[in-house]
């Protein structure tokens, strides 16, 4: 008796092809969903854990204070947090040095605007950090403030954030009366982005969102806030 087997036709074998393209896309596409969540999760952990950093070192150093001349009103936001340690301006200490034997020292954050990235010449959207330590005196509400950019040069002029943008289109910083201190709000990455032209926007994995409020020196704000 013959052997009847046969081989595949035409259409069996494009059939097949088709079949297994279809499953070996299915099986990419959710390998790759896979690395670009993990991927985005790393992008995740490591934009929280920067600006944490920049947050808790603002924190503190707001938390020193015992003077803070500006923001001077709850009602005007401001994009410049002004503060002074060792400084008292009323009260029973007179005004001047808390310690007599430590130089008093100012703090600004501001928001800069204007600076770029030289290697791209985009711009920063940054939280700049002005130190003058040790200082004369500490400014008055009314005293001008220094332009947030990179040619101040009295003192520390640092970047402590990037990508940082105004939360609802409300300035950084606003005097908090209820805790005696100051209210920040800012976000640091946009919230969406477009992966390639054409294609919908998508949640960007690096965008934070930051209100919180920052209490000055417990022990003077009843004589200096």
């Known amino acids: ?17 088709s079949l297994s393209a279809i499953v070996l896309i299915a099986i990419f596409n959710v390998f790759s969903s896979m690395v670009r969540f993990q991927i985005e999760g790393s992008k995740k952990s490591t934009a929280t854990g920067w600006a944490l950093a920049s947050l808790s070192k603002m924190a503190k150093e707001i938390e020193q204070c015992t003077v803070m001349p500006y923001p001077d009103s709850s009602a005007v936001p401001s994009d410049i947090f002004v503060g002074c340690t060792n400084w008292n301006r009323v009260g029973a200490f007179g005004v001047g040095a808390i310690d007599a034997t430590t130089a008093p020292t100012v703090v600004y954050y501001c928001y800069d605007t204007t600076s770029t990235n030289p290697s791209t010449g985009q711009i920063l959207y940054a939280i700049r950090r002005f130190v003058i330590s040790p200082a004369a005196s500490c400014p008055a509400n009314t005293a001008s403030r220094p332009v947030c950019d990179g040619s ?29 201190g100051v209210r920040v709000r800012f976000v640091v990455g946009k919230e969406t982005y477009t992966p390639a ?29």
């Open 1 to 17: 008796m013959k052997n009847q087997s046969r081989g595949f036709s035409l259409l069996e074998m494009l059939v097949a092809v």
């Open 152 to 180: 101040w040069a009295l003192g520390t002029n640092d970047i402590v954030a990037v990508d940082v943008y105004r939360n609802g289109g409300s300035l950084l910083f606003t005097k908090d009366d209820a805790i005696g």
């Open 197 to 225: 032209v054409g294609q919908p926007p998508v949640v960007n994995p690096q965008f934070l969102k930051f209100d919180t409020g920052i209490s000055l020196v417990r022990s003077y704000i009843s004589s200096n806030y």
